[in-house]
Every structure is written in structure tokens, then in C-alpha cells.
């Protein structure tokens, strides 16, 4: 059973950092794609960041671009998310997901595995 398990999601004050964790079991975790996505309430899921795990290949949103940074340990078959300069904005229900062989789209429907959601939370 394919599982991804998040972690990390907490309040910060604007300006502040945050880091997400994503581990992955249950599958081959070499030649896919792990990515980040988000939710605000009363908007639609978002990709914020992904990452090819072949080789380390990124993508980032407009929106998070310069702020915030993928990265993944092969070994441990984890991805993380590192969050710095948070803003208001940011604050949503960040998702982990798993696309299985490529990664050339943000599209939802692609995305076969998905984490349970973390809510990270920015005040001004």
C-alpha cells in the first residue's frame, strides 16, 4: 500500500520559516514525481512546488518562487519544503502528492498518491 505521510504544518508569524516533511512508502520511490500542493478556503488546489526524484529536477509556482525550495533524501524516500519569508497569503492546507513517472504538469487528476494535509497558518 502506497502511503505518504506529512509533517510539519504549524502557525508562524509573517516573515517567518517552516519546513514540510513528506515520507513515502510503499512503492519504487526513484523515477517519480513529488510535489507540493495548496489550498485556501474558498479557493482552488494549487501546485506550489514538485520534483522530479530521478534527477532533482524542480518546478516552482510564480507565487513561491525565490521563497520557497524543494528537496528530497533518496535514501529515506522523503521530500521536504522549505518555507522562508511566509506571508499572509501562504496560509492553506499544503498536500504532498505522488505522481507515478513523469512530471510535466500540475495537473490534479495526474497525481495518483496523495498525504493527508497539513495546515500551515501565517499571521500579520
Known amino acids: 500500500q502506497v502511503r505518504l505521510v506529512e509533517s510539519g504544518g504549524e502557525s508562524v508569524q509573517a516573515g517567518g520559516s517552516l519546513r514540510l516533511s513528506c515520507a513515502a512508502s510503499?512503492?519504487?520511490?526513484?523515477?517519480?514525481?513529488m510535489g507540493w500542493f495548496r489550498q485556501a478556503p474558498g479557493k482552488e488546489r494549487e501546485g506550489v512546488a514538485r520534483?522530479?526524484?530521478?534527477?532533482?529536477?524542480?518546478v516552482y509556482a510564480e507565487s513561491v518562487k525565490g521563497r520557497f525550495t524543494i528537496s528530497q533524501d533518496n535514501a529515506k524516500a522523503t521530500v521536504y519544503l522549505q518555507m522562508n519569508r511566509l506571508k499572509p497569503e501562504d496560509t492553506a492546507m499544503y498536500y504532498c502528492?505522488?505522481?507515478?513517472?513523469?512530471?510535466?504538469?500540475?495537473?490534479?487528476?495526474?497525481?495518483?498518491?496523495w498525504g493527508q494535509g497539513s495546515q500551515v497558518t501565517v499571521s500579520s
Open positions: 502528492a505522488l505522481r507515478v513517472g513523469l512530471c510535466g504538469t500540475w495537473y490534479s487528476a495526474s497525481w495518483r498518491y
Open positions: 510503499g512503492l519504487t520511490y526513484s523515477g517519480n514525481c
Open positions: 520534483i522530479y526524484t530521478g534527477d532533482g529536477v524542480t
